[in-house]
């Protein structure tokens, strides 16, 4: 990576000998497809400005990109950020950095913080702070029901109406369990259009549960969560969403056959989307067996048939979008016995890798599906303007570049982010983020923040 | 090649048998004028409770000052713990202290796994959450060779023999390592309780299930029974403890099915009149006395065997 | 007896006592038990695991063919008592049979096939200490190879086997082994 600056810097940035995956049959090789010809990408004044074989502009600095791979920015549908209340796991500065180092120039940060983001006062707090870090854009998700505690609805309409301009709200970490409640907010964010995005899980079928209920939990001697508390709430979901005609999004799928009512919905022609995360297409229940609770997530992780099914379900589009649901959580959280250990796992810079091993280097999909599920869908269903928008001449200047050729290595828990609760520690995952633009301007340049 | 002993999973049939035939030899010290023998002097043992359990902690204290080590008993009561250490503060204490085993009790399902981690000497599962309690299985399964191959049965296994286990099988570990190690043995095993009280994988253990005791009494050598709590009713696994009593409970009737030579156990503590009645608990089939003092004798062979720098597995098939 | 009288070859080592030679030390031993006991009053042969207790077996067969005397015969199991449980790991136990009538005033006489450095023998008193009071304690080894670490010595010996700390003594007994001799392997002997 050069930096053939010249002595005024108007801020402009020429990427040169970069490949844009452009749609064909999905190899993963960039280069051995056809269309997929180096080029050149001109970032100036916050856009992409040109794109091509031989350009020049004078007084902008240069990256040579040759063998990587340029992809819109990432955008994020499900992220914690954990500011404002729990700022020993992570802030929305550290968040936020950790996301720009794994390819995201937008994150949707989820709304079970302390305070809850339930009135337009967090939300735009929550915003305001995203903006001064800068790392990546920040777009506040509002609770659906006050508290988080099922009850009430929260304020939709304000908060959809702040300068946060939420469209997209969840009570994640907690299930909408009521149907007259989820009835209710389905058909309320039409007037806006907002989205719903249900935490599927039934909390009588799941009381107390901690891992994926089948052999493992079995032998473990631990409470089982089984795939029908997640089935059974997506399935009527999916039905009330039609009933009302509004947009059902169901957070971080876990089953194969979450998928296959996913299918079937979308194949009525309901508004239905769905996201899953890079953990669930990669890892299965088989790691609990020490009893290591960076493993423990909620919705769990299942077995080698859902992995598949998951897989599949990303491939063919089912599920629109990989989101991935980083959940930071302080060592003392992660480091007792299992029943004790908070759920979840961080996964904001290792997104990209883990979904080049799971999908591309399995002949999956292509890099150009790729972008499409991690940048182009989650904007479109998180109504996000300005993101996720293709590669083109007049396109915000949100790029990020990628080698997928980097020689895999060991993930570390050494990162941006305050928590060090990676599954992925001491595993060895394929490719690099080189660098990320937002608005034409890098966070991130060589894999270190900019 | 764990220096552990957290799950009967750990133990090959020849480690089974070996402990077997060691804890034949130490029972006999109970006959003897010094009822010690000097091997662990020095050593420390710590026993680390985090569930009362006054019943099996002085067993392991028993066993571990028969064979001469130093007891440390810590238990979760009015200690650090209930004041929220946690269990890794817990465990550099022990580790500061220079235990060479610990023997952890706790409620939750892994936790002696968690510990082997953070400690240098041996860990022995006392009973985690509803995970394993292996020295349990151990001396059930020594006092079912006692009972039906005899007293000088050094070398013998359980091949052949039939053992029906019944009850809440769900949420017991003591169900989890007797179907284990009673299988490494060679034996035959059949879960018998109602659909709720099984796991749903139970499918892949290596055991037979039957939902109707009732047809396995006559061909059971032994029935052991797991003590069902009453909680278990307002979570809906079964809709009274007067109907669980009557589909599975072991009383006189059902007792006089089994064969002549049939053998009732239980881990304890009992519910009498719940998963067994007082007659048949006060029977002669009934071992539940003995396994007391079996368990004494089955967990020096094991505290022996582990700081006596024995990793588990250590025998092959036939060595 | 088996009548072959050539050296036996053992496990690649050099034969010093053969089958016939090892019948001559027993009935040897048993008569001298019987003279130093005053016939054979009150004592046990307890023979210490493995070859030790064959070997028990053996001298109360041929003092009781001696002396028409039926004397009690058992094995004690030395494991738990011995000094070196850090250095080596847990041994399985060997069995521990008391004849009925206890230690208690007896002459023990205790049987091993080996004595090198005396510890096992330590470990024997030991036990012994745990299981009565025995009014004497004797020893009867097959073979003494010197070296000595503790102040312990025997009272009957079958055969002295000068050796080096590198030698391998083996006892095979056909009880155990499926023949009886002594072999010697090593530096410096060669078969």
């Given at each position: ?424 520690a001491g595993m060895e995952l394929p490719g690099r983020v080189v660098a990320t633009f937002l608005r034409g301007v890098p966070t991130v340049l060589d894999g270190k923040l900019a | 090649m764990k220096r552990h002993l957290i799950s009967a999973a750990d133990l090959s049939r020849a480690d089974a048998v070996l402990i077997l035939d060691t804890a034949e030899e130490l029972a006999s010290l109970a006959d003897r004028p010094i009822k010690k023998l000097p091997t662990l002097r020095g050593r420390t043992v710590v026993n680390l ?265 250590a025998t092959g098939v036939d060595q | 007896m088996c009548a072959a009288s050539s050296p036996v070859a053992g496990r690649d080592g050099l034969a010093v006592l053969d089958a016939e030679q090892i019948r001559r030390a027993l009935t040897r031993i048993a008569h001298e038990i019987l003279e130093r006991t005053h016939g054979g009053d009150g004592i046990i042969l307890l023979g210490i695991p493995t ?141």
């Amino acid at each position: 990576m050069t930096d053939s600056g010249s002595v005024t810097d108007n801020g402009s940035w020429l990427i040169k000998g970069v490949t844009i995956p452009a749609s064909g049959k999905p190899s993963g090789k960039p280069s051995e497809k056809q269309g997929d010809v180096p080029t050149s990408i001109l970032l100036s004044g916050g856009s992409i400005t040109a794109i091509g074989p031989d350009l020049d502009h004078p007084g902008a600095r240069t990256i040579d990109a040759d063998g990587l791979i340029a992809l819109p920015g990432l955008v994020d549908l499900h992220t914690h950020l954990r500011e404002p209340g729990r700022e020993d796991a992570e802030t929305v500065e550290t968040g936020t950095a950790a996301a720009a180092l794994g390819g995201y120039t937008a994150v949707h940060a989820m709304a079970n913080t302390d305070p809850v983001a339930d009135t337009a006062g967090v939300v735009e707090q929550v915003w305001r702070l995203g903006r001064a870090a800068g790392h990546c854009d920040v777009q506040p998700v509002g609770a659906v029901t006050v508290g988080l505690n099922g009850a009430r609805l929260a304020e939709l309409g304000t908060m959809a109406d702040s300068a946060a301009r939420v469209r997209v709200f969840s009570d994640d970490g907690r299930c909408v369990s009521d149907p007259l409640l989820m009835r209710r907010a389905l058909e309320y964010v039409k007037a806006f259009d907002g989205v719903i995005a249900q935490h599927a899980q039934d909390p009588r079928l799941t009381e107390g549960a901690q891992l994926n209920e089948g052999e493992m939990s079995a032998r473990l001697g631990l409470a089982g969560w089984p795939a029908v508390a997640e089935e059974a709430v997506i399935a009527r979901d999916c039905l009330l969403a039609a009933h009302v005609g509004s947009a059902l999004h169901v957070c971080h799928v876990s089953t194969a056959g979450s998928a296959e009512i996913i299918r079937w919905a979308k194949s009525k022609g309901w508004q239905v989307t769905a996201e899953v995360t890079p953990h669930h297409l990669l890892l299965t229940d088989e790691l609990a067996a020490g009893y290591d609770p960076v493993f423990k997530v909620n919705p769990p992780l299942r077995t080698e048939a859902d992995v598949a099914g998951l897989r599949r379900a990303l491939a063919d589009g089912t599920i629109d979008c990989v989101a991935t649901d980083h959940a930071p959580h302080p060592v003392e959280a992660k480091e007792s016995e299992w029943a004790e250990a908070a759920f979840g796992m961080t996964g904001l810079e290792t997104a990209l890798r883990v979904v080049q091993r799971a999908m591309v280097d399995t002949g999956l999909l292509d890099w150009a599906g790729v972008a499409d599920r991690m940048s182009v869908r989650p904007a479109r269903i998180g109504r996000l303007t300005g993101h996720g928008i293709p590669l083109a001449p007049g396109a915000p200047g949100h790029v990020t570049l990628y080698d997928p050729a980097a020689p895999a290595e060991a993930v570390t828990t050494a990162g941006a982010s305050k928590s060090r609760n990676t599954p992925f520690a001491g595993m060895e995952l394929p490719g690099r983020v080189v660098a990320t633009f937002l608005r034409g301007v890098p966070t991130v340049l060589d894999g270190k923040l900019a | 090649m764990k220096r552990h002993l957290i799950s009967a999973a750990d133990l090959s049939r020849a480690d089974a048998v070996l402990i077997l035939d060691t804890a034949e030899e130490l029972a006999s010290l109970a006959d003897r004028p010094i009822k010690k023998l000097p091997t662990l002097r020095g050593r420390t043992v710590v026993n680390l409770f985090y569930e009362d359990s006054t019943r099996t902690r002085i067993s392991f204290e028993a066993a571990a000052k028969r064979l001469s080590a130093d007891v440390i008993n810590f238990s979760a009561k009015g200690s650090s713990v209930a004041k929220g250490e946690s269990l890794k503060d817990t465990a550099l204490t022990l580790e500061a202290m220079g235990a060479d085993a610990v023997v952890i009790r706790h409620g939750a399902s892994g936790a002696a796994h968690r510990l082997a981690g953070w400690v240098q000497g041996s860990v022995l599962n006392a009973g985690d959450g509803t995970h394993e309690h292996p020295t349990q299985a151990l001396l059930d399964a020594f006092t079912i060779r006692r009972r039906l191959k005899g007293t000088g049965a050094r070398g013998a296994a359980l091949d052949g023999l039939r053992v029906t286990i019944v009850g809440d099988v769900l949420h017991s570990r003591v169900a989890r390592s007797n179907v284990l190690l009673l299988s490494t043995l060679g034996a035959e095993v059949t879960l018998a309780a109602p659909p709720t009280l099984l796991p749903l994988a139970v499918g892949s253990w290596p055991c037979a299930v039957s939902y109707d005791l009732d047809s396995e009494l006559p061909k059971s050598d032994v029935v052991m029974m797991l003590r069902v709590q009453q909680e278990r009713m307002t979570a809906a696994y079964f809709p009274s403890v007067r109907e669980y009593s009557r589909r599975y409970g072991l009383d006189a009737a059902r007792m006089a099915r089994l064969p002549g030579h049939a053998i009732v156990m239980h881990p304890g503590p009992m519910n009498r009149g719940v998963e067994i009645a007082a007659e048949v608990a006060d029977s002669v089939r009934s071992t539940i006395v003995e396994q007391v003092a079996n368990g004494v004798t089955t967990r020096m062979a094991a505290l022996y065997l582990l700081l006596g720098g024995m990793e588990f597995p250590a025998t092959g098939v036939d060595q | 007896m088996c009548a072959a009288s050539s050296p036996v070859a053992g496990r690649d080592g050099l034969a010093v006592l053969d089958a016939e030679q090892i019948r001559r030390a027993l009935t040897r031993i048993a008569h001298e038990i019987l003279e130093r006991t005053h016939g054979g009053d009150g004592i046990i042969l307890l023979g210490i695991p493995t070859r030790g207790v064959p070997l028990a077996r053996r001298l109360a067969a041929r003092i009781g063919e001696f002396e028409r005397l039926d004397v009690p015969c058992g094995s004690l199991d030395v494991t738990m008592h011995r000094d070196d449980l850090r250095l080596h790991p847990a041994r399985a136990l060997g069995r521990t049979d008391m004849p009925p009538g206890g230690v208690d005033g007896k002459t023990v006489v205790l049987v091993d096939d080996v004595l090198y450095s005396g510890r096992t023998v330590r470990a024997a008193l030991d036990a012994l200490n745990d299981l009565g009071r025995p009014r004497a304690v004797q020893l009867a080894v097959l073979v003494d190879r010197g070296h000595r670490e503790l102040p312990i010595r025997a009272d009957y010996v079958g055969k002295n086997l000068p050796t080096s700390p590198r030698e391998v003594v083996h006892v095979l007994l056909t009880e155990v082994d499926g023949q009886d001799g002594v072999t010697i392997s090593g530096e410096g002997r060669r078969p």
